[in-house]
């Protein structure tokens, strides 16, 4: 079994999933700067980061151009960046107008399509359009010769599961007998033709027709065979996609917090990853509460009284009793996240390492935080 530090500087590839609200997005960012730390050329791919990541990596805010950070911005932070980092938000407009442009057969066909009002639509609005073209950007960067490590954090989505399901999806929305029978009707003449079509299907389409205005058809036609042609067809396109996520260069590091939700959901991701033959490289548990120093007595409220006095601390006359209670709610929540958290170490089997990540005093808001978060994950946690 690999470690998380192992996978981190020999992988070619992280990927990191797990439900929204997870710490995705930091666990990824510090696995970056571990990896360039380790003397790794990293590229971190992350998905609407919260401004105060930006801003830890010294950065005013994050785009869809490649931001090299700064190796002095480590070393006032006390770090030797031996490697490189350079950032990088994935937009997914942004990745789908480049497919577009790279390998539509002349400009003025990438402009038609780009300029279609459905192609619009679909590439900010469609269900699995942003999952689907992540992958599509690691496709593409993966064989980028400029970097070691690709870091990537999926999209917030309240299901993990959304990720993989994505090119599936994408490929029953554009690539469906529906969408064929446009193909058919439009083909050969370059306009809509219902003659081509089945009788029924064409009083269908003419129905539709007297209610979105004919228009509508001739957009829609021309933008699904113009997509069709681009990609070579959306299930072809999916494959590749697919093959390149379970090449043994890839990893992907499962964050959860030890919420029963979370376990529940990354534990079903973690199957439907087994199932499909891609990498599980280790799971991240993050907010884990331990409990407090070990003590042979629960503490009373005459010992709150008494170190409450020791070191002149001036609170309310009920403090002592809501610090003994607060200690005892402490040791509860502790026991709680092990117990859920025992759920991965069944399912692991030893073969897949659990790293668990204490509850942190504050957000990771800076370049310190970040530095000790990715300590902690490369050291395995506690």
């Known amino acids: 079994m690999e470690t998380l530090d192992q996978l981190v500087m020999s992988r070619r590839v992280l990927v990191v999933v797990g439900a929204g609200g997870v710490g995705k997005t930091t666990t990824a960012a510090a ?5 360039a730390r380790g003397g790794r050329r990293v590229l971190c791919l992350t998905i609407d980061p ?9 950065l005013q805010h994050m785009s869809d151009e490649e931001q090299a950070i700064s190796p002095e911005l480590f070393a006032r932070g ?4 031996s490697g490189s980092l350079t950032a990088m938000m994935l937009d997914a407009t942004a990745t789908f107008d480049e497919l577009v442009m790279k390998y539509s057969p002349s400009p003025e066909r990438a402009r038609r399509l780009l300029d279609n009002k459905l192609y619009q639509y679909v590439s900010r609005s469609l269900a699995g359009t942003s999952e689907y ?7 593409a960067v993966q064989s980028d010769p400029r970097f070691d490590l690709v870091v990537l954090d999926t999209p917030p989505t309240a299901n993990a599961l959304d990720f993989l399901d994505a090119p599936q999806r994408l490929v029953e929305a554009l690539d469906s007998p529906a969408i064929r029978w446009f193909v058919e009707a439009f083909q050969s003449t370059g306009k809509l033709s219902l003659n081509l079509l089945a009788r029924s299907a064409a009083a269908v389409l003419r129905g539709l027709g007297r209610i979105t205005g004919g228009g509508f058809l001739e957009a829609m036609a021309e933008f699904i065979t113009e997509l069709n042609d681009l990609f070579g067809g959306f299930r072809k396109r999916a494959k590749i996609v697919e093959a390149a996520l379970r090449s ?7 964050a959860t917090s030890p919420a029963p939700m979370s376990i529940q959901e990354v534990l079903f991701f973690s199957d439907r990853l087994e199932d499909s033959q891609m990498p599980r490289g280790a799971f991240v548990v993050n907010r884990f509460r331990l409990p407090p120093p070990a003590a042979e007595d629960p503490p009373s409220e005459r010992d709150a009284a008494e170190s409450i006095a020791e070191h002149a601390i001036a609170l309310d006359e009920d403090a002592p009793t809501r610090l003994v209670q607060a200690h005892a709610d402490a040791v509860h929540l502790a ?10 170490d069944e399912r692991a089997k030893g073969k897949v390492p659990i790293v668990r990540i204490p509850e942190l005093p504050t957000d990771v808001h800076d370049l310190t935080s970040l530095r000790k978060l990715s300590e902690m994950l490369m050291a395995g946690g506690v």
């Open 133 to 139: 073209m992540a992958m599509e950007k690691l496709v």
């Open 248 to 254: 043994p260069e890839v990893s992907f590091v499962l």
């Open 335 to 344: 026991a709680l996240d092990a117990k859920h958290v025992r759920g991965l």
């Open 31 to 35: 696995l970056a700067v571990a990896g």
């Open 78 to 81: 006390g770090m030797q960046l």
């Open 50 to 58: 919260a401004k105060r990541l930006a801003e830890a990596l010294g």
